[in-house]
Structures are given as structure tokens and as C-alpha cells.
């Protein structure tokens, strides 16, 4: 019996005799591994790096409350008693803690080489001590909290003393508005929650400071708090649980679940983990067929073997051995290169586009490369485990054969061909058709809804199946057209016997030709789907499908008093940076009227048409009366006609279902009813009607505002006079926190100057300036980047189907170096040998990336089709052209590469010579 170290031996000794062939499967098999690996390091460095954000800025804050009322300065010291008690009896679970906060400039002048450090928008904050300590009980900072800071002094975290270059001892100035304090530093501390607390992150520093200092800052009274942290130890309280009491009215905002979904719009893994998924499974079944054509290939030596006493099981083993040998090879150059790989992805991919993405979630997230030993392991685990169940079934395969058999060296080339029976032809026949109509059926005629749980698994079972069925009918059609097809390449020089060779070679061996080809079906198909998909989103982000201004003006500031309504207008007037550049600016004050026949209330915000906005950039009028000759003229209607007005383009389609009204067209007169609203109503209490008023309709207008704003929801533009008359029947909605926007008209389609005006603002305390183009523009430049990323991600997976393509024909030329010798004998030229190995994989890889771009491209129109159906009447119908510009190259240079590898098996079998092919051993 043979020893576990002479089969540890035997199977070293085939992999390094075979090195060529080895490296080959290593690579295959690795490369599945590798993008799993990336997929994991992409989800352990999210997770940790939204913990670890989670944890430095906010800790042990879970929600904040504010007054409901907007116009309240704050909590007073009486409602917060309220919530600390209430918090304390619901099982003293949930603490609170009130906090007052200004904005400040920080400034440090270093005195020996006059070196000036800024840290702007910087959040100066304070905290009741003692309520502080026990929200905040951790020992390294409950003193902290106990020894009050003076009025003089400062604390800085971290990261702020860093920015600002100060260290414990130095003398810092904090400026806001005109004041102007110098403070001490008093100690440097981690930036981990209560220190690092930065109210969503829009700070660019925090810095703890005396309660005293703040008030006198923001001008509040002693005894209020305009908000109020809250947070609880109990481990089984959701963070979705805050409690409400009747006797104090508050709004809360579930910090750490914002921030969490904040992470969750910046996790790619899912598209990442399925690409993946893709690549695994392919990798699988490369490793399977190359282990079973190693299997094939040594049947005379195992036959041996067996003659010598030993048992199939005994045979199994030993190749079972050299199997998960490839296996751990595999797994271990996978894992390795996986691992850096993704910490170079996530480095490059989330540092890179870190701009873009703060501004498309709201805040900075920074996402930092991490993979816990745990996860190495675990990798490591599932890989092994998958390459590894791939060598166990195919080490049984290989122990279940005849000894005599082997000895007469049947099956060294796959055996005899088993003639296919008509069942089994008309089975595949219908299994092809049935899948094929079941996946366009499902495509265009009867779409699942995507947004139902559980749709999604069934559509890309289909995919798979179709992708499977429709391959085998084409491998059998292939075979099935061999007259055609001579006809056809005898026109352009290959000859008839090559082309009837390669199509009589493959069937001997149809499991390989079909799992090698299956390899491109899949890869093409994942990319097809990819590119497609991802095009569908950038096209519904496009920039240019929905007008990017507010009111025909490219940025605003909202504000919520007078006073900060002239802050902003006195910084855009008096700042050179912005007066210079700005063509017009002015203030509106949108309000809500129920405007509704039959009492029904379609709310509608309030615009006065004046001279201001019509120098802005509206956009074209989507229906217009036939009086008027330009859109201009229908404006100015308007602006100088208290009769005339411009309605939503929504309000056609909400009159169109009520009773005793009709379809409304520009031109027409109508009369709108104008109801009073009430904060509270009771069920089913009528609306009662304030006033009525007879309009023609100047034209009709896509909402373009409130997609930036919710205040200019179905915006309805009306004479100024008009406006006024109907102000006191106006209201705002609860989630409408802002008395009016400045809006100002520049060229917001220049990026450099629109991000020049935010730092100018910002700079005069207007931090909230927006503008909708540089916002939406960066969510579009990203996404265009994420296509490339993933197209790549997806491209790379194809590196295993033309490994396989390349294994399987290099064997295919050493199992038919007989029938290759013999043919030589008896004169057949080398070209024609040449053409039967290009030919033949030729055929492999393109039947598999026609049929996989054919269901990729076909099974994308699901998701297209269902974007197109969501978009709004007002909006801009999705354009989506089919993105040849990125499909066809992949799918011509993956057909490219195929023909390339398809020609070195093509030449190693020219320079075979007769004897030597005839003595060759199949290894």
C-alpha cells in the first residue's frame, strides 16, 4: 500500500512536471478568489470605517431633539427637567443631555516665524458638566467634564488642534461676528463623542468651550437649550425608539441611523458581490473541467494502479490529493492578491472620489482599507471551501472507471461518442424554447415588479437558465450546420476539412466544449448587464434632464428670518469675490394654497411673477396659450395681467380624475377655488372655501423647482397683486422649515466658479448656499467613474474564460497528437491542421459571448423599462441608447484575445512531427 507521503510526492511531481498547465489553473481558480476577496475587503472597510465615524462623532449620542416650533430660540430649563425625568422612568434607559454650540473661525499666530493657522466653520460647543460626566461615564473623560472650562480657556480635540497646529498651552483666537476672544488651550483630548460631535459632520472642527462664551456668541438667555442630545446603554432599544411626552412638543433626528444610511448610499458591494458571484462560479467550473481532463489524461496510469490492487476509492484519493493541492494554491494566491487588491481599490476608489461622494451623502464618511484577521481567515475558509468541494466531486469522478478499460486506453479521449436520442435532442429543443420565451416573456411582456421582495433571485435564476439553455442549443446547432458553414468560409480561403474537423472534434468531448464556452457566456453576459444597467443610471442623473435651477437661478440660500435674509444679501453685495460675478440676485417667499375643486386641497406653492425673475433662466413653457407668440409674451401676461397665471404641468393630470371637471389646455379659463387650511382636521370634515378666483391659462410649466426644494412643490406662478390678495390664506407644511431663499443667477454650469462662490459664502457665514448643478453634476461625474470601475471589475472575471479556452485547447492538441500524426502520414497540409484548433475555439468563445450579450442585453430592457414607466409626466422621458460605445469593444476584444490564444495550441500542433506525436504521452 502507498504511503499518505509517496502520494504527497506523486501529486507535486504532476503539478511541477505539468507547470505549464499548473499555473494556468492557479490563475483560473485565483481569480474567482480575487474578486471575492476585493468584495470582502470593500464590505469589512465600509463597516469599520462607518463604525469607527459612528463612534468618533457621536459615541454614545444616539438622537437629538429640537422644538418643533422653529421659532422658539430652544428648550427652557423646565421642558428639559421634563425629558431627563421621563427618560429616567422608561426603565432608565435613556439619557439626556442639553448642549448650547456657535459657529466660530479659529486662528493661531505662530510668533517665531509669523505663521498664521485658519480653521473655519469650526463648532464651538458646551455642555453641562455634570450631566456631560454621566452621559459620557468612560473614566478618561468623566473628569474632563467635571472640571468646568473657564471662560478663558478652550479644549480642542484631536483632529482640530492638528488642522489648526496647536498644542496644550497655546493661545488661540476664536472669532464669530464681530467678537473676537483669545483663549487658552487647555488640554488636547481624542476626538471620540462628545468631543468630536460635529452636528452631521458639515463642521470642520469642534472645540469645547464655556457655556457663558457660547451664549454671549449666539445671543441666547440663560436656562435654554436650543437642542438636546439623547442617548441609552440598554443594548435592546432600536435606535428607530424614542419616546414621546405629551407635556414638551420636540422633532428628533436619529443621528446614528442617518449615518448609517449615509454609509449604506456609499456600499458598492452588492453590485461588487454579484459580479463576483459571477466570477466564483465561473472559476468553479474551470477548475471542475480541468481537474476532469487531468482525471482523463492519467485513466491508463490509474488503471494500473488499480490491476495492482488498489481500489477506486484508493485512486480517488490520490488524485484527490494533486486536486486540493490546485485548491490551496488557489485559494492561498487568491486571498493574498484579493486582499491587496481591494486595499488598493477602496484606497484609490473611496479616497479618490471623496469630494464627489461628501457631496452626494451629505457628509464626510472617510472610508479606511481594514480586514480583520477574523475575515482573513474566513476568506480564506469560504474560497477553500469552494474550490475545495470542486476537487472532492471530481476526485470521485476520476476513481470510477474500468481498470480494463484504462489498460486499453479507452476513454483517453473522452470515450466514444454517445449518439444522442431523439428524446434527448427534442428535450433540449423544448427546454431552449421554453426558456427562451419564458425570459423575453418576462422582459417585455409580463415585467415582475423589481420592488417586490423576492423578484429579483427569480430574474437572475432565468438569466442563468436561459444562458444555459440557449448555449447548448447553439453548440448542438453549431454541429448541426456544418454544410452551411463550409459554404460559407470556403468563400473567404479556410478549408473544407478544417472547418469539418472542428466541428467533428468538439463532440467527444461536449462536456468541456460546453463548460468552456459557458465560461464566456456568463462572463458577457455579467458585463453586458453591467454596463447597461449602470448607463440606465447615469442617464436618470443626467444633469441635463431636469433643469438645474431654482426659478431660473442657478444657486440659492434659504434662510428662516429677516436677519439672516440680509446677512445673505449684504455678503453677496459686499464680498468683491461674489458681487463681481453674480448677474442678479433677489428674495421670494414661496407659500402653500389649497387649490382644489370640489373640495379637494392640491396644494400648490405661491410664486409672484416680477421683473427680478423673469430675467432668470426659466425653462420653456410645456404648453402655451395661442395668443401669445414666445414664452416671453406669456410671462409678461402674467407680470402685468392679474387675471392671467401659469399652472403645474402636474395640475392637468390631478383635475383630470375629478367629477365635473375636464381636461384643461393653455388658453382655457378656469376657476380656482381657494381653501382654508387647517393645521388640524377633523375625519372627513369638509374643507371650507376662503375665496375664488378666475384665471387664463397663460401656459403650463415642469415643476423644475422642487426637485431641488420641497417649499416650490407644483410651483404656480401668479400676478404680484393676486399673490398678496391670497397670502392670508397661505401656510407652510411641517417639513417646510424656511422663511424664503435668495436665489441668485451666475453661470452655474462653470464647476470652478460655482465651488468659488461656496467658499466665498461659506467664508461670510452663509453655510447653507447651494448649488443644484455642482451638487447633481458631482453624483453624475461619480457614477461615470463607477461605470469604468465596474466594467473593469466585470472585464477581469473574463481572464478565466480565456484561461480555460486556452487549457482546454492546449490538451485538446496533446489527446490528439495520434490522430494529429496520422494525418500528417497521409499528407494533410499543416494550414488546414492550423485551421481545425482556430476554428474550433473560435466557435467555443463566440458561441458563448454572442449568447451571453444576447441575454444580458435582452434581460437589462427589465430594469430599463421599469425606470422609463417611473419617470413623472413633468420630467424629461429617459433617452437611453445602447451603449455600443462600451459593449462592442469588450465583447471585440474579448473575441480577439480568444482568436489570439486559439492560434498558439494551432502552431504547437504544426510543429509536431509524426513520430514524435506518435510516442507522445498524453500528460
Keep these: 500500500m502507498m504511503g499518505a507521503g509517496m502520494i504527497w510526492r506523486m501529486a507535486w511531481s504532476n503539478l511541477l512536471r505539468n507547470w505549464r498547465q499548473t499555473l494556468l489553473t492557479i490563475g483560473a481558480g ?76 479659529l486662528r493661531m499666530e505662530d510668533g517665531d516665524d509669523n505663521k498664521i493657522s485658519v480653521v473655519k466653520s469650526v463648532l464651538a460647543i458646551s455642555y453641562p458638566g455634570e450631566a456631560a460626566a454621566n452621559f459620557d461615564p468612560s473614566p478618561s473623560r468623566a473628569s474632563l467634564w467635571r472640571e468646568a472650562v473657564g471662560d478663558d480657556e478652550v479644549i480642542l480635540n484631536a483632529a482640530t488642534a492638528e488642522l489648526l497646529g496647536a498644542a496644550k498651552g497655546d493661545v488661540i483666537s476664536l472669532e464669530a461676528g464681530e467678537s473676537d476672544r483669545l483663549l487658552r488651550v487647555r488640554d488636547v483630548v481624542k ?22 462664551l457660547v451664549r454671549e456668541l449666539k445671543g441666547l438667555p440663560e ?100 486536486a486540493m493541492l490546485l485548491s490551496l494554491l488557489s485559494s492561498l494566491v487568491g486571498c493574498a492578491a ?35 484577521w477574523i475575515g482573513v481567515l474566513l476568506l ?20 470510477k472507471f474500468s481498470a480494463v478499460e484504462a489498460l486499453r486506453g479507452a476513454g483517453n479521449n473522452g470515450g466514444p461518442r454517445k449518439r444522442k436520442s431523439r428524446v434527448l435532442r427534442w428535450l433540449l429543443i423544448g427546454l431552449s424554447c421554453y426558456a427562451v420565451l419564458f425570459h423575453f416573456g418576462l422582459t417585455f411582456l409580463f415585467p415582475p415588479d423589481l420592488s417586490k421582495e423576492g423578484n429579483m433571485p427569480l430574474i437572475i435564476i432565468t438569466w442563468l437558465g436561459t444562458c444555459c439553455a440557449i448555449l447548448a442549443a447553439v453548440i448542438y446547432a453549431v454541429g448541426k450546420l456544418e454544410r452551411p458553414l463550409i459554404a460559407l468560409l470556403k468563400r473567404i480561403g479556410i478549408p473544407q476539412l478544417s472547418l469539418m474537423l472542428a466541428v467533428k472534434y468538439p ?19 455579467i458585463v453586458t448587464m453591467t454596463v447597461t444597467i449602470i448607463s440606465l443610471v447615469t442617464a436618470m442623473q443626467s444633469v441635463h434632464r431636469v433643469p438645474q435651477t431654482v426659478l431660473g437661478s442657478g444657486g440659492y440660500a434659504p434662510y428662516q428670518s429677516e436677519t439672516e435674509r440680509e446677512k445673505i444679501l449684504n455678503v453677496a453685495r459686499l464680498d468683491p469675490d461674489i458681487a463681481g460675478v453674480i448677474d442678479g440676485m433677489l428674495a421670494v417667499e414661496p407659500f402653500m394654497l389649497n387649490l382644489g375643486p370640489n373640495e379637494e386641497g392640491l396644494a400648490k406653492a405661491v410664486i409672484p411673477v416680477t421683473e427680478e425673475l423673469l430675467q432668470g433662466e426659466l425653462p420653456p413653457l410645456a404648453g402655451r396659450s395661442p395668443e401669445f407668440g414666445s414664452d416671453q409674451e406669456a410671462w409678461e401676461s402674467v407680470l402685468n395681467n392679474p387675471d392671467s397665471i401659469v399652472l403645474p404641468m402636474a395640475f392637468i393630470k390631478e383635475v383630470e380624475s375629478l367629477p365635473g371637471w375636464h381636461s384643461l389646455k393653455a388658453g382655457d379659463e378656469v376657476t380656482l377655488p381657494v381653501f382654508i387650511h387647517k393645521q388640524l382636521r377633523m375625519e372627513n370634515e369638509p374643507m371650507e372655501q376662503g375665496a375664488a378666483v378666475t384665471f387664463r391659462i397663460a401656459g403650463f410649466l415642469p415643476p423644475e423647482a422642487q426637485q431641488h426644494q420641497i417649499d416650490f412643490y407644483n410651483t404656480t406662478y401668479m400676478h404680484a397683486s393676486v399673490a398678496e390678495e391670497l397670502s392670508e390664506f397661505g401656510f407652510k407644511w411641517s417639513n417646510q422649515n424656511t422663511q424664503g431663499f435668495v436665489l441668485l443667477r451666475f453661470d452655474y454650469r462653470d464647476v470652478g466658479l460655482s465651488q468659488e462662490l461656496e467658499q466665498r459664502f461659506a467664508v461670510g457665514g452663509v453655510m447653507n448656499f447651494t448649488v443644484p448643478y455642482l451638487n447633481n453634476g458631482a453624483q453624475e461625474f461619480f457614477t461615470k467613474r463607477l461605470v469604468y470601475s465596474f466594467v473593469g471589475f466585470a472585464s477581469f472575471s473574463g481572464l478565466i474564460s480565456l484561461m480555460g479556452l486556452a487549457v482546454v485547447q492546449f490538451r485538446s492538441v496533446r489527446e490528439r497528437s495520434k490522430q494529429i500524426a496520422m494525418m500528417r502520414c497521409i499528407g494533410v497540409p499543416g494550414k488546414q491542421l492550423y485551421w481545425i484548433f482556430v476554428l474550433e475555439g473560435l466557435f467555443i468563445s ?24 417611473d419617470v413623472p409626466d413633468y420630467e424629461q422621458a429617459l433617452a437611453i441608447s445602447y451603449p455600443y460605445e462600451v459593449v462592442l469593444p469588450i465583447l471585440g476584444t474579448l473575441l480577439l484575445l480568444s482568436l489570439l490564444l486559439n492560434m498558439l495550441p494551432a502552431k504547437a500542433a504544426l510543429r509536431l512531427k509524426a513520430a514524435d506525436a506518435l510516442r507522445m504521452n498524453e500528460d
Design 30 to 105: 485565483a481569480i474567482g478568489a480575487i474578486l471575492i476577496a476585493v468584495t470582502f475587503v470593500n464590505y469589512d472597510s465600509l463597516q469599520y470605517s462607518i463604525q469607527k465615524t459612528i463612534d468618533r462623532q457621536l459615541g454614545p449620542i444616539t438622537w437629538m431633539l429640537k422644538p418643533t416650533d422653529d421659532q422658539l430660540p430652544g428648550f427652557t430649563q423646565e421642558q428639559v427637567d421634563k425629558l431627563v425625568e421621563a427618560g429616567e422612568r422608561v426603565t432608565d434607559s435613556y439619557k439626556m443631555l442639553p448642549y448650547v454650540s456657535s459657529e466660530v473661525t
Design 338 to 372: 484579493g486582499i491587496g487588491a481591494g486595499f488598493a481599490f477602496v484606497s484609490l476608489f473611496y479616497g479618490g472620489y471623496h469630494d464627489e461622494l461628501k457631496r452626494m451623502v451629505g457628509q464626510a464618511i472617510l472610508i479606511e482599507p481594514h480586514i480583520s
Design 846 to 869: 463566440g458561441a458563448g459571448l454572442l449568447t451571453g450579450w444576447a441575454i444580458g442585453s435582452t434581460g437589462s430592457q427589465l430594469f430599463i423599462g421599469a425606470a422609463q414607466r
Design 223 to 322: 436656562g435654554v437649550y436650543p437642542a438636546i442630545l439623547s442617548g441609552s446603554d440598554n443594548p435592546d432599544i432600536s435606535e428607530d425608539a424614542m419616546f414621546r411626552i405629551e407635556e414638551v412638543d420636540y422633532n428628533v433626528h436619529y443621528l446614528k441611523k442617518e449615518l448609517r444610511s449615509t454609509g449604506r448610499k456609499m456600499n458598492f458591494t452588492l453590485i461588487i458581490g454579484f459580479i463576483s458571484a459571477v466570477a466564483i462560479f465561473s472559476s468553479m467550473l474551470f477548475m471542475r473541467q480541468v481537474l476532469i481532463m487531468i482525471a482523463d489524461s492519467r485513466r491508463e496510469m490509474y488503471g494500473v494502479l488499480k490491476a495492482i490492487g488498489l481500489s477506486g476509492r484508493q485512486v480517488a484519493g490520490m488524485f484527490a490529493m494533486e
Design 191 to 212: 476626538e471620540q463623542g462628545l468631543t468630536g460631535f460635529a452636528e452631521g459632520g458639515v463642521y470642520g472642527g469642534t472645540v469645547i468651550v464655556a457655556e457663558s
Design 380 to 399: 480564506f475558509a469560504l474560497v477553500f471551501a469552494f474550490l475545495g468541494m470542486v476537487s472532492v466531486l471530481s476526485a470521485r469522478k476520476a476513481g
Design 507 to 525: 463532440r467527444n468531448g461536449m462536456g468541456r466544449i460546453y463548460t468552456t464556452s459557458l465560461l464566456f457566456s456568463l462572463i458577457m453576459m
